[in-house]
């Protein structure tokens, strides 16, 4: 499918990347963004070549500077919790991709760009990226989960204090409290996120969806259900042809060759 708004490279070692590409808007969210995130994350899933996603932004400067204000200045309440809605719908499918998703984040990720960034599994930035949420300088607040996946991230009062203040946080400090998982030279992003995708998406395919789905879906549930999913996906992979390939080719001391099934 054409994209206006992203660029979408399907590689041949099964590595998608994304790329948001409206670099003389810092990569704002309007709804032409997020309907064509919504139709290429969607494609991307159905793709069983694709087994892993990278998203980025285009230009110099900016992974996402957040939901586009020109037309969030615009909005009506109806349709500002429209937006909200669907917004967050985007994000959950990023959130249930059957493989890796990691944020390659690579400049400012604001408001929406950083809520979009706590979507997906796995976030590495460029020693010049900057995050935060600074909604509230707006009169307004959050509205892609912000309040939620925040502070599951880093912990209640990081989070507000995140919140609240509206400041930005550096690359180093985003390091320092989990918000980031690395940070590498900006030059060096895309290939630091390419090889951490390739080791991922070596191991069995259903392996990986498993174990995000376990996650994803455990840490909505209490403890004791959250084990019990836990470990029906587990039973569920032994009878993966990938689980006799994967065990065998161990015991044989030689490399496994998985294919999804
Ligand atoms: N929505 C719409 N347009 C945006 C935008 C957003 N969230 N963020 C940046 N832009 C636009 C600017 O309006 C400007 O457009 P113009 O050249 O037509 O005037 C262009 O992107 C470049 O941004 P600019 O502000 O000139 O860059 P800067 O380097 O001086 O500042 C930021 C960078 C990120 C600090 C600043 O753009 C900013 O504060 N953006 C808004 C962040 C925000 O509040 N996000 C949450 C939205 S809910």
């Given amino acids: 499918m054409a994209y206006t708004t992203l660029l979408v490279e399907k590689r041949q070692d099964g590595i998608a990347v994304v790329t948001i590409n409206r670099p003389d808007k810092l990569n704002a969210l309007n709804a032409t963004v997020i309907a064509e995130l919504q139709s290429a994350i969607a494609e991307l899933d159905a793709d069983a070549a694709v087994r892993g996603l990278i998203l980025t932004g285009a230009g110099e400067k900016a992974f996402v500077a957040g939901a586009d204000i020109s037309e969030l200045a615009k909005a009506t309440p109806i349709e500002a919790r429209a937006v909200a809605l669907r917004g967050q719908r985007v994000l959950d499918s990023i959130e249930r991709f059957r493989g890796p998703v990691i944020a390659a984040v690579n400049g400012f990720a604001l408001g929406g760009g950083c809520e979009l960034a706590l979507a997906c599994h796995i976030r590495i930035a460029s020693d010049n990226a900057r995050l935060g949420t600074p909604e509230v300088k707006l009169g307004l607040m959050c509205g892609y989960a912000g309040t939620q996946r925040l502070p599951r991230l880093v912990g209640r009062g990081r989070a507000l204090e995140i919140l609240l203040?509206?400041?930005?946080?550096n690359a180093e400090e985003a390091f320092r409290i989990g918000l980031v998982n690395r940070v590498v030279a900006k030059d060096a992003l895309m290939n630091e996120s390419l090889a951490l995708m390739g080791k991922m998406i070596a191991n069995a395919?259903?392996?990986?969806?498993?174990?995000?789905?376990?996650?994803?879906?455990?840490?909505?549930?209490?403890?004791?259900?959250?084990?019990?999913?836990?470990?029906?996906?587990?039973?569920?992979?032994?009878?993966?042809?990938?689980?006799?390939?994967?065990t065998s080719a161990f015991l044989e001391k030689r490399p496994a060759k998985f294919q999804g099934r």
């Fill in 165 to 169: 203040s509206g400041e930005m946080v």
């Fill in 205 to 246: 395919p259903l392996s990986l969806q498993y174990t995000i789905d376990a996650v994803n879906g455990g840490l909505d549930m209490s403890f004791e259900d959250a084990q019990d999913h836990e470990g029906t996906l587990f039973g569920v992979l032994c009878s993966t042809a990938d689980k006799t390939e994967g």
